[in-house]
């Protein structure tokens, strides 16, 4: 089914290790996102991309670093996790001036640092 | 920096009773608003947008939102839910003239009680 594909669905991490978050979509989305989502704060936006080779932080980007090689695919990256990155990571992609026509999001990857 | 507001953090109530998820937005340019729906352990989906013209929109499934300029508001709204509804629902803003990103809420997590 077309769509956004994200892996792993589940990890589990010690401090300072490292790791990369892949998310592929089919649709030729211009657009992709990188979200994490916390109880009680939403969605908050990590970094995102406009277009193939381009990357923006968003809101929350320290410690979290990305790149976008290739149109379908946006990889977030963890240098040396913190338990404060423990969280629900949710990549999306969109059309051009993609809010106004949805994002498709991901079903997530549940990220636990200890 | 725009703001979004989920007044409420949960919402129960009764499976056929009319519910009102509220929104307020902080922006003093015009705005695009939405509401996404995200069901358990599923990515978020969009259920409803105001971009302009009528300031009442709606969906298939029967919700309805309101964009109300002067109160700065974009409040769900539904007559009577079934136990299906039950979900997460963020609402979210667009301001940049690109519409590149949306900027979410904390959400409402709406339970349906038999």
């Known amino acids: 089914n077309a769509g956004v594909t994200q892996t792993p669905k589940f990890r589990v991490l010690k401090t300072g290790q490292s790791m990369t978050l892949l998310c592929a979509q089919d649709m030729n989305h211009e657009y992709m996102y990188w979200y994490r989502q916390d109880p009680g704060m939403g969605l908050r936006l990590i970094h995102y991309s406009v277009g193939e080779g381009t990357t923006a932080k968003g809101e929350v980007p320290d410690g979290y670093n990305v790149s976008r090689l290739k149109k379908q695919n946006f990889l977030l990256g963890l240098e040396s996790a913190a338990p404060s990155q423990t969280s629900v990571y949710f990549c999306a992609s969109s059309q051009i001036r993609g809010a106004l026509y949805g994002y498709t999001f991901g079903s997530g990857t549940r990220l636990t640092v200890v | 920096a725009q703001s979004v507001t989920q007044l409420d953090s949960q919402v129960p109530v009764f499976e056929e009773a009319p519910v009102e998820l509220r929104c307020n937005y902080s922006s003093s340019v015009s705005v695009y608003l939405f509401w996404y729906v995200q069901y358990p352990n599923q990515g978020l989906q969009l259920l409803l947008k105001?971009?302009?013209?009528?300031?009442l929109v709606k969906s298939i499934n029967g919700f309805e939102a309101e964009f109300n300029k002067s109160q700065t508001s974009f409040h769900l709204r539904k007559p009577s839910v079934h136990i299906s509804d039950t979900a997460e629902y963020f609402c979210a803003v667009s301001r940049d003239q690109g519409a590149q990103k949306l900027v979410f809420g904390q959400g409402t997590r709406l339970t349906i009680n038999p």
């Open positions: 105001y971009l302009s013209g009528s300031t």
